[in-house]
């Protein structure tokens, strides 16, 4: 029964330590925070630009041109709610319109004139003059058109229209990672696991078996837990406990090798006749490729 519950309490430890490394945050790459930031900045510019618009004096518009403008407005304002803005991947560290993005994603203005039916006008000036600021475009003739019939001035478009800053690249500074990878979670929990399970073995009924695994697994830990040293936050959490688990395992196993003889003649010590199993051996297993890395317990019992 003391088997068991050591295999049981060391299962138990893995599948917690892999929870904990699946739980943990991905640190925010600069290239996330820097779009995350845009997508801040032109929220507020559009919801600028909507108050603008509505305290427009209309009068002067016809009752077709007041309706298909109250439209737009509307339409800018659920294109501002789906937050999906283009992005300039093309210049680092300026401000440049884009009609359409390297992906497809359209501006402000380009979204509404696409909306309306007229992408005919949109994939003209994407393909042309993406990056071309409404006032340049006031020589195409079907642009101008357009935004006669809708009921907005060349001023107003070019207001709706914003600038998208370019990716800074390494003058982001990446935030310190101190979360927790998912591979070194897994490792953690692998070795781990088996550091306990031999622990229990090494102090109730040792065999070699138990004593090489409390030594690899226990070594393992140990040179898992001081390789993240240097870490903050959960890391450095997870590399302490490492270190200290690793240690006891190790120093139980060697304690067993030396205390106990017949470990050190190759015999095992005999099962009441009344336990569960005769034999068994825990022992890590770590199976690595090139997509992934795969960290276990392999045990193999006699009943």
Same mark, same amino acid.
């Given at each position: 029964?003391?088997?068991?519950?050591?295999? $049981?309490?060391?299962?138990?430890?893995?599948?917690?330590?892999?929870?904990?490394?699946?739980?943990?945050?991905?640190?925010?790459?600069?290239?996330?925070?820097? @779009?995350?930031?845009?997508?801040?900045?032109?929220?507020?510019?559009?919801?600028?630009? %909507?108050?603008?618009?509505?305290?427009?004096?209309?009068?002067?518009?016809?009752?077709? &041109? *007041?309706?298909?403008?109250?439209?737009?407005?509307?339409?800018?304002?659920?294109?501002? %709610?789906?937050? &999906?803005?283009?992005?300039?991947?093309?210049?680092?560290?300026?401000?440049?319109?884009?009609?359409?993005?390297?992906?497809?994603?359209?501006?402000?203005?380009?979204?509404?004139?696409?909306?309306?039916?007229?992408?005919?006008?949109? %994939? &003209? @000036?994407?393909?042309?003059?993406?990056?071309?600021?409404?006032?340049?475009?006031? %020589?195409?003739? *079907?642009?101008?058109?357009? $935004?006669?019939?809708?009921? $907005?001035?060349?001023?107003?478009?070019?207001?709706? &229209?914003?600038?998208?800053?370019?990716?800074? +690249?390494?003058?982001?500074?990446?935030?310190?990672?101190? /979360?927790?990878?998912?591979?070194? +979670?897994?490792?953690?929990?692998?070795?781990? !696991?088996?550091?306990?399970?031999?622990? +229990?073995?090494?102090?109730?009924?040792?065999?070699?078996?138990?004593?090489?695994?409390?030594?690899?697994? !226990?070594?393992?830990?140990?040179?898992?837990?001081?390789?993240?040293?240097?870490?903050?936050?959960?890391?450095? /959490?997870?590399?302490?406990?490492?270190?200290?688990?690793?240690?006891?395992?190790?120093?139980?196993?060697?304690?067993? $090798?030396?205390?106990?003889?017949?470990?050190?003649? !190759?015999?095992?010590?005999?099962?009441?006749?009344? !336990?569960?199993? +005769?034999?068994?051996?825990?022992?890590?297993?770590?199976?690595?490729?090139?997509?992934?890395?795969?960290?276990?317990?392999?045990?193999?019992?006699?009943?």
């Amino acid at each position: 029964m003391k088997r068991v519950s050591v295999i $049981l309490a060391a299962t138990a430890s893995t599948l917690l330590l892999s929870a904990a490394a699946w739980r943990a945050e991905r640190p925010v790459t600069a290239r996330e925070a820097h @779009i995350a930031t845009e997508a801040v900045r032109l929220r507020a510019h559009f919801d600028a630009v %909507d108050i603008e618009l509505r305290a427009r004096d209309v009068s002067r518009l016809s009752d077709a &041109q *007041k309706a298909s403008r109250v439209k737009l407005i509307g339409w800018l304002r659920e294109y501002r %709610d789906a937050g &999906q803005f283009p992005v300039n991947d093309r210049f680092a560290n300026e401000t440049v319109p884009f009609f359409r993005d390297s992906k497809g994603t359209l501006c402000a203005m380009a979204y509404l004139v696409d909306r309306s039916g007229r992408g005919d006008i949109v %994939d &003209q @000036i994407a393909k042309t003059r993406n990056n071309a600021y409404i006032r340049e475009l006031t %020589d195409d003739r *079907k642009l101008v058109a357009w $935004l006669d019939a809708s009921g $907005l001035s060349v001023s107003e478009a070019a207001r709706i &229209q914003p600038v998208y800053e370019g990716d800074p +690249g390494s003058s982001f500074r990446e935030p310190e990672r101190t /979360s927790i990878s998912t591979k070194y +979670g897994l490792v953690s929990a692998g070795f781990g !696991g088996v550091s306990l399970a031999s622990l +229990g073995f090494n102090v109730f009924s040792a065999s070699r078996t138990s004593v090489a695994a409390g030594l690899i697994a !226990g070594a393992a830990s140990v040179v898992a837990g001081v390789s993240r040293t240097n870490s903050q936050g959960p890391r450095r /959490s997870l590399a302490t406990a490492n270190i200290a688990v690793g240690s006891i395992s190790a120093i139980a196993a060697v304690r067993a $090798l030396f205390s106990n003889p017949d470990v050190r003649s !190759g015999t095992t010590a005999t099962t009441s006749k009344r !336990g569960m199993m +005769g034999e068994a051996a825990v022992a890590p297993d770590l199976i690595v490729s090139p997509t992934e890395t795969r960290v276990g317990l392999r045990l193999n019992a006699r009943f």
